[in-house]
């Protein structure tokens, strides 16, 4: 079966350092992988994703990931945090195979402190 | 840019009422979703339809239906409302395989 976990519920870091949001999944075959952002009383926003290719994938506001297959991860950094980036994290997977269905993880919160 | 509408962003029922949750997308995409969002628990998929008039259920289908007459309206119905269904919505649309569009989210509260 599908799966997503994201080990850590909460993530604190001091602005200006770099940041990492672990997500790591379990899938049949060859995934898609996705990361959203949640900002308060707000529906999800796509960061990036991994298709295919290069495994260090660059997204929105800084954001990037990298695809390790042998670890079966998709860690979410960014060198430097900012205030801003405080919100809630989602890594998503869909397996190439499955049709239109993709799993959530649980979702872990950043906290960014100035 | 994409949009995703739903229609209230809060809303307050009672036990036992029927709720209508409506989304609306503008981008002609074939594949709208509908997830439940509980803390601790990510998101639940609740239906999907990849066409108008066809759907398929999630993984917490029940106590819900779905209606899609127009391929940028996707329903989603409690047909008798209960606490347990007090949660936050959020709408999804795609095209194909790729990203996924969500509108803003509809906090529900039944009473």
């Known amino acids: 079966a599908q799966s997503v976990a994201q080990p850590e519920d909460q993530v604190n870091v001091a602005e200006g350092n770099p940041l990492t949001v672990k997500c790591t999944y379990s899938?049949?075959?060859?995934?898609?992988l996705f990361w959203y952002v949640q900002y308060p009383n707000r529906g999800l926003q796509f960061l990036l994703k991994?298709?295919?290719?290069?495994?260090l994938v660059k997204g929105s506001y800084g954001f990037e990931a990298e695809f390790n297959k042998s670890q079966t991860s998709f860690h979410l950094k960014k060198p430097s945090a900012l205030v801003s980036d405080s919100a809630l994290y989602f890594c998503?997977?869909?397996?190439?195979?499955?049709?239109?269905?993709?799993?959530f993880g649980a979702g872990t919160r950043l906290f960014v402190k100035a | 840019d994409v949009k995703v509408t739903q229609s209230s962003r809060y809303l307050v029922k009672r036990t036992g009422e029927k709720v209508f949750l409506e989304c609306v997308q503008d981008?002609?995409?074939?594949?709208m979703f509908w997830y439940r969002q509980d803390p601790g628990l990510g998101l639940r998929l609740i239906y999907f339809?990849?066409?108008?008039?066809?759907?398929e259920k999630g993984d917490i289908p029940e106590g819900y239906s779905v209606s899609r007459e127009k391929k940028e309206r996707f329903s989603l119905i409690l047909e008798s409302a209960s606490t347990n269904q007090t949660s936050m919505y959020l709408c999804?649309?795609?095209?194909?395989?790729?990203?996924?569009?969500f509108g803003p989210g509809t906090r529900l509260t039944v009473l």
């Open positions: 981008m002609d995409h074939e594949n």
């Open positions: 999804a649309s795609s095209f194909g395989e790729d990203t996924q569009y």
């Open positions: 998503a997977v869909r397996d190439r195979t499955g049709g239109f269905k993709t799993i």
């Open positions: 899938v049949s075959g060859n995934p898609y």
């Open positions: 991994y298709i295919t290719g290069d495994n």
């Open positions: 339809s990849y066409d108008v008039k066809m759907k």
